[in-house]
T-cell receptor
Framework: AQSVTQLDSQVPVFEEAPVELRCNYS??????LFWYVQYPNQGLQLLLK??????LVKGINGFEAEFNKSQTSFHLRKPSVHISDTAEYFC???????????FGQGTRLTINP | DADVTQTPRNRITKTGKRIMLECSQT?????MYWYRQDPGLGLRLIYY???????NKGEISDGYSVSRQAQAKFSLSLESAIPNQTALYFC????????????FGPGTRLLVL
């Protein structure tokens, strides 16, 4: 069975600092990987996805993630965060063809001025 | 107008009451999902439907039922609400042509007293 572990429940950073949100998954088959963002009092919005090809994936709002098959990781990064990046971030995995997502527990990113 | 809408957005009910949460979409997607979000647990799949005649249980279907009235409508019912069903509920849709990405509604916040 698939599972996703987000290693940090909360990450505080200062504005304009870099940030990395960590995600590890377990699956016995090939997978698709996703990062979603949830702004306060809103639904989830797709940030980026890895389906195949280049292991470095770029998403919206300056975020990027790198798929590492040997470490079964899909960490999310941004070189310089803004106050508006304050949100909860969810990593998710899907077995190819399954059309079902399994989500991690979420990481709350707090940006301090 | 939003592509995926949920009604109501907030609901307070009492233990033992029957309640229905509704989801409508204008994206034309065949696949629809219901999740619940609890702090520290991420999102967990309750039910999903790949077309009008296809209903499947998810990870945590006990105590819930669903109805797929049309391609665009997918309702979630709590037959006899209990306090541990207090949560944030999300509806989502997907199109297999888009390779697993799901699109989420704004959520329904449910409080069971």
């Amino acid at each position: 069975a698939q599972s996703v572990t987000q290693l940090d429940s909360q990450v505080p950073v200062f504005e304009e600092a870099p940030v990395e949100l960590r995600c590890n998954y377990s699956s016995s088959v090939s997978v698709y990987l996703f990062w979603y963002v949830q702004y306060p009092n809103q639904g989830l919005q797709l940030l980026l996805k890895y389906l195949s090809g280049s292991t470095l994936v770029k998403g919206i709002n300056g975020f990027e993630a790198e798929f590492n098959k040997s470490q079964t990781s899909f960490h999310l990064r941004k070189p310089s965060v803004h106050i508006s990046d304050t949100a909860e971030y969810f990593c998710a995995v899907s077995d190819k063809g399954a059309q079902k997502l399994v989500f991690g527990q979420g990481t709350r990113l707090t940006i301090n001025p | 107008d939003a592509d995926v809408t949920q009604t109501p957005r907030n609901r307070i009910t009492k233990t033992g009451k029957r309640i229905m949460l509704e989801c409508s979409q204008t994206k034309g997607h065949d696949r629809m999902y219901w999740y619940r979000q609890d702090p520290g647990l991420g999102l967990r799949l309750i039910y999903y439907s790949f077309d009008v005649k296809d209903i499947n249980k998810g990870e945590i279907s006990d105590g819930y039922s669903v109805s797929r009235q049309a391609q665009a409508k997918f309702s979630l019912s709590l037959e006899s609400a209990i306090p541990n069903q207090t949560a944030l509920y999300f509806c989502a849709t997907s199109d297999p042509q888009l390779l697993e990405a799901q699109y989420f509604g704004p959520g329904t916040r449910l409080l069971v007293l």
